[in-house]
């Protein structure tokens, strides 16, 4: 007769809340930022579109306003509530941008920079929008979310519009924001690296290492987990000489299982919904996480003051 091994979920502490796009209606590259009723009727869009795929309980319509890792981990949390015969709670808030920022560009793509709060959560999503071309509508291609009470450095601004950073530039931090997303991963993948003195310990790496180490444990298991990260693309100057970069993870939790044994999580989790099963022989489960990473201006480490994150795909033998 086959063990039960059950996983414990850890619930990663919110270091953000949810995200809220919106689009700037600006068609040149001169324009210093969205007019607020452009913003208001961005957000109203993508409300209006989310909505919808909530009622259908269907990502599709998503792909009209987002793109990228925010799109695959939306479209794995809809698999999820499919898969558990769950519903999500649509989007009835009144939007409430407490802050636009966009660069100065010379040519395509084009994005900006917002916070939505969001007070009945408790959280403020901090978003980028990007415009592939002129004839291209704005999409939602970053989103991770901070506590309401956690303060957002600000951006610098030159000219009435804020400064980018290249993600290789690493003038006046401890790094750039290339080299820092790197130096994040390899932390989590490994506390003893030399990388890991180079950030700071902050929740979300204490969270993720902490369910590695329950996982680690399990009877009859052998767990690995890897991360790596995407090309960093957006970097915002901050008034202290810092920056301020979204990063997209890539996490890898893999499992190996002995003969007779099979692992399961609890009911109603999104590791449940796509391991129905559970795993008995080997499985593999892929994870997205948008972190908002902060690098102070000086001598000042790395870290991460929200994310947005989820299982985008999972399978097993």
Known sequence: ??????????????????????????????KTAAREAEVTAVFNRYRTVRNTAIELLDAKPLSIVESGPVLAIDTGSFEVSQRLATTQKQDTASVDV????????????????????????????????????????????????????????????????ALTVKPDDGVGMSMSATAAAKAYATSLADAASPEAGKVADDSFIKQMRATAETNAKLDGVTFAQSWGSDPVKYVLRTTDGG??????????????????????????????????????????????????MYIPGGSGKPRAIGQYGGVVSADSQ
């Not at 007779?260 to 796509?274: C, D, R």
Request: aromatic share 10%.
């Open 98 to 161: 407490t802050d636009v920022q966009t660069p100065r560009f010379t040519k395509y793509p084009l994005w900006f920079f917002a916070v939505v709060r969001d007070v009945k959560a408790g959280v403020n999503r901090v978003q980028i929008f990007e415009r592939e071309t002129a004839v291209e509508p704005w999409l939602l291609v970053a989103s991770p979310e901070t506590l309401a009470d956690t303060p957002i450095p600000a951006i610098r601004r030159e000219g009435g519009r």
């Open 1 to 30: 007769m086959k063990r039960l091994v059950l996983l414990l979920v850890v619930t990663a502490l919110a270091l953000s809340a949810c995200a809220v796009p919106h689009e700037r209606g600006d068609a040149t590259v001169e």
């Open 243 to 292: 920056a301020l970069a979204f990063v997209t993870l890539l996490r890898l939790d893999t499992y190996e299982v002995k003969d007779g044994l099979t692992v399961s999580w609890p009911e109603g989790t999104p590791q449940q919904a796509f391991l129905s099963s559970g795993i008995s022989s080997a499985g593999k489960l892929r994870y997205f996480h948008q972190v908002l």
